[in-house]
């Protein structure tokens, strides 16, 4: 007669916990595979394999809410100082339901100057860059005085950066 018993198995880094699990559950069917993945901390196709094992439908129920008027218009507004995101959890719709009805509304969440992702110069160098060009002076001149290269002014003097609003306001001054 052997002694053989087995082991309870060790737990490896890749295993399911059962609150991943209840969390899977509970968002199967409410969210997409990949918010669902995100929430459980796992790849989109581990949750696809699991959802399959334990009989989970990730089909996701899209249930399509109407915009009221109100809505819009709050968008509209939130446009010019949220992001999409911020503009998603003030109104309490997916992320997805925000982009899409801003591009059929023609609402742009695309922000000017120094609040666009991608700005690299603050709104008082463009004031500087503004007010020197003012006096006549030459891109390559602002530039050495400013210590920034001249194609960057050369960008924000003929507006192909987005400090469109401000150097037109500038102007008009």
């Known amino acids: 007669m052997s002694d053989w018993?087995?082991?309870p198995r060790t737990p490896q880094p890749g295993d399911w916990t059962p609150k991943q699990i209840e969390t899977l559950r509970s968002l199967a069917g409410k969210e997409s595979t990949a918010e669902i993945a995100a929430a459980v901390g796992h790849t989109v196709g581990a949750t696809s394999v699991k959802a399959s094992q334990l009989n989970i439908?990730?089909?996701y129920?899209?249930?399509?809410q109407s915009w009221t008027a109100r809505e819009i218009a709050t968008m509209r507004r939130?446009?010019?100082?949220?992001?999409?995101?911020?503009a998603a959890a003030a109104l309490?719709?997916?992320?997805r339901s925000i982009k899409s009805k801003a591009l059929r509304e023609g609402i742009s969440f695309a922000k000017d100057g120094a609040a666009h992702w991608a700005a690299k110069h603050s709104r008082e160098v463009v004031e500087r860059i503004a007010a020197m060009r003012a006096q006549g002076h030459g891109a390559r001149h602002i530039g050495r005085e400013l210590g920034i290269p001249e194609s960057s002014?050369?960008?924000i003097i003929t507006y192909r950066v987005r400090w469109r609003e401000f150097l037109a306001a500038q102007q008009g001054d």
């Open 61 to 64: 129920a899209h249930t399509q």
């Open 78 to 86: 939130l446009s010019r100082t949220h992001t999409t995101h911020e």
């Open 92 to 95: 309490g719709r997916p992320r």
């Open 5 to 7: 018993t087995t082991k």
């Open 57 to 59: 439908s990730l089909a």
């Open 153 to 155: 002014v050369r960008n």
